[in-house]
């Protein structure tokens, strides 16, 4: 039996008694067995949850773009590395081998190299799901500089707050991105944000749509002509175990967006074991997860798990809805892939098509079943079990976070038997508890609480970049000695955990995670508004829809006021982003508020829900006559 790689239930349990007992061990072991070092480590682990300080591998070198592409060029040279698949279907796949991966990872990072970008410096990558978007991750990675992906669905707004709060002295960018029937202007969204950001030297510029855009002299880079005359090999740097392999950006319940910092060694053990476990995968199969690269999903489970793997890993630059609602199966039976790796609101927004687009295809090559970034509800989970796994394929129903940079806790297929809404049981190293509302350890079954970790794991994330207050505060400050999720969670007799949801101002939409203070203070910007408060309810597609209670400074006749809504949701659109829209914006004389001037959301989330029965407590509000006001109004 390999630690590495576990087929049954009862290797797993054994597996994971060891990695509890002795965890130092096993990820010594699994680093030792299964990756190349340029150095060896003094030390497997340190930690102390109350600075929040937590090192692997300490004193290691290593590249990680070694372990994912050089180590296989002897066996794996010819394989297939990366597999795009591009917007149109007309378009051939492209079949990027290990070998032609390492020459264009080698030149790419060469021409960073030229551009004066080294070791430690952070480069901002907003490109659509391209090639070259995996090649500069990994390019960067090559020499040491910190990526920082920012999704290229992001607005100006965000991406120049994103590139300003790490200093990024480059972009890499394209032209334009395709979507479906449409095309987006991503250079110019790039100039536009280029506006406010000083710090940026250069832009390499990728060619994807072939538009007219305006490059500054001096500034903007054709990346093409770059690449051709760039020297084919590059000797990649020798980073240490904690070195910061790149920074992505998260929501959180305030303020700015938090810039997790990941680290080179114990991310890439993590990642690379975690794959190999939860899809199961095999030397010849083709691994899929829809994500973006933009989010962690990509980073982990598109780019460096498989590739630390030797997988063959596919790249999708569309939508599931283009040409029409057959485009995920019609892929799946294309490219005929073993792993699927999707989210929920993918599942239900297919669900709600026919069935004859599915049906029309060949989906036996699947062998594994993936979601992630929500609960998924039962209903969503049978449709998936039945018309796309043919009840054959179990389905992993995977949880964990950007900040915890791999999956937590996930059933392993063909060992852990499944329970539809279960995220099940933890990966080898992962201890979780469920706290109670006084910060006590529920050891009980069944229970539900705060889900917390109390013990590290290699690819959690190290810190907030430039805040390592708020990441303490973030993560360490509500359970002592614990990280502390965000997520309320149930676990059941056997001890499966059921993840229910945030337990705190962050809304989960269409699997992006998002904050309410930013919207809000978007809306805050309307010169018409005084002040908002967004909360999420039930939606079919997206899980969850946003609310907004909208304060006008001057009272009127404002509940047709379409023209208002529009324009309060297009102020979000620029500040934040499409995904960030109102689904409902409802104007209000005032929020219920507590004394002490908090909004008091339980109450607007209750109305947003139509759940108006009992509103619970509310006589520490200041003005409960307000809570009336609302309900009669409520859309
Ligand atoms: C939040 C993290 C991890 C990559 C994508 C999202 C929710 C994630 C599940 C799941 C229930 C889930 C949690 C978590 N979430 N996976 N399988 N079941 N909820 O990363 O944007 O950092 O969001 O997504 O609420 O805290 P993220």
Known sequence: MSQYHIKNLEEYFQVYRKSVAQPEIFWEEIAEEHFQWKRKWDKVLSWDFSKPEVSWFQGAQLNITENCIDRHLTHRGDKTAILFEPNDPKEPAEHITYRQLHKRVCQFANVLKEMGVGKGDRVCIYLPMIPELAISVLACARIGAIHSVVFAGFSATALATRINDCDCKMVITADGSFRGPKTIDLKGIVDEALTSCEGVENVLVAQRIHSKISMKEGRDHWLQPLLDNAYKDCVPEAMDAEDPLFILYTSGSTGKPKGMVHTTAGYMVYTAFTFKNVFQYQEDDVYWCTADIGWITGHSYIVYGPLANGATTVMFEGVPTYPDWGRFWEIVQKHKINQFYTAPTAIRALAKENLSYVEKYDLSSLKVLGTVGEPINEEAWHWYNDNIGKKNSPIVDTWWQTETGGILISPIPYATPTIPTFATLPMPGIQPCLMDENGKEISQNPASGRLCIKFPWPSMARTIWGDHGRYRDTYFSAFKNKYFTGDGSLRD??????????????????????????????????????????????????????????????????????????????????????????????FTPGLPKTRSGKIMRRILRKIAHQDTDNLGDTSTLLNPEVVEAIMKEAL
């Open 493 to 586: 007799q056997t001890g499966y955990y059921r993840i229910t949801g945030r337990v705190d101002d962050v809304i989960i939409v269409s699997g992006h995670n998002l904050g309410t203070a930013p919207i809000e203070d978007a809306i805050n910007e309307h010169p018409a508004v005084a002040e908002s408060a967004i909360v999420g309810f039930p939606h079919d597609i997206k899980g969850n829809a946003l609310y907004g209670y909208v304060i006008l400074k001057e009272v009127g006749e404002t509940r047709d006021n379409d023209n208002l809504r529009k324009e309060i949701n297009q102020l979000i659109t620029e500040r934040i982003g499409p995904i960030a829209k109102l689904d409902k914006i409802q």
